[in-house]
């Protein structure tokens, strides 16, 4: 199997964003210029929220790693994060987990 796996727990000081935004901005934002092949997202609590992403191979999540990391710098120096990233796990066992989905 060479899909790999990123999960994600944020956190939101501020509240979490609507779902209609939150999908917007996966669309619209992130979704045109990434490599992953699927999201999944799910809302904890009203500040929280986790995410499960698909790429097609360890080395396409690192690559986008990379530039998901630079951007976040980017905006934390303009201190416009909203959000921050509290707990992230790779690899390719989450993949067995989610195997019925895939």
Same mark, same amino acid.
């Given at each position: 199997?060479? %899909? *790999?796996?990123?999960? &994600? %727990?944020? *956190?939101?000081?501020?509240?979490?964003? &609507? =779902?209609?935004?939150?999908?917007?901005?996966?669309? $619209? =934002?992130?979704? #045109?210029?990434?490599?992953?092949?699927?999201?999944?997202?799910?809302?904890?609590? $009203?500040?929280?929220?986790?995410?499960?992403?698909? *790429? #097609?191979?360890?080395?396409?999540?690192?690559?986008?790693?990379?530039?998901? =990391?630079?951007?976040?710098?980017?905006?934390?120096?303009?201190?416009?994060?909203?959000?921050?990233?509290?707990?992230?796990?790779?690899?390719?066992?989450?993949?067995?987990?989610?195997?019925?989905?895939?």
């Amino acid at each position: 199997m060479s %899909k *790999y796996a990123v999960h &994600t %727990k944020w *956190y939101w000081p501020n509240g979490l964003e &609507t =779902e209609e935004n939150m999908q917007g901005f996966m669309r $619209d =934002e992130i979704k #045109p210029g990434s490599l992953a092949e699927d999201v999944l997202w799910w809302k904890l609590d $009203d500040n929280h929220h986790m995410a499960v992403i698909i *790429y #097609p191979s360890e080395e396409a999540a690192k690559q986008e790693r990379a530039a998901v =990391e630079a951007n976040r710098k980017k905006l934390a120096l303009m201190k416009k994060a909203v959000s921050s990233c509290l707990k992230r796990i790779l690899g390719q066992s989450w993949l067995k987990c989610l195997k019925f989905r895939l």
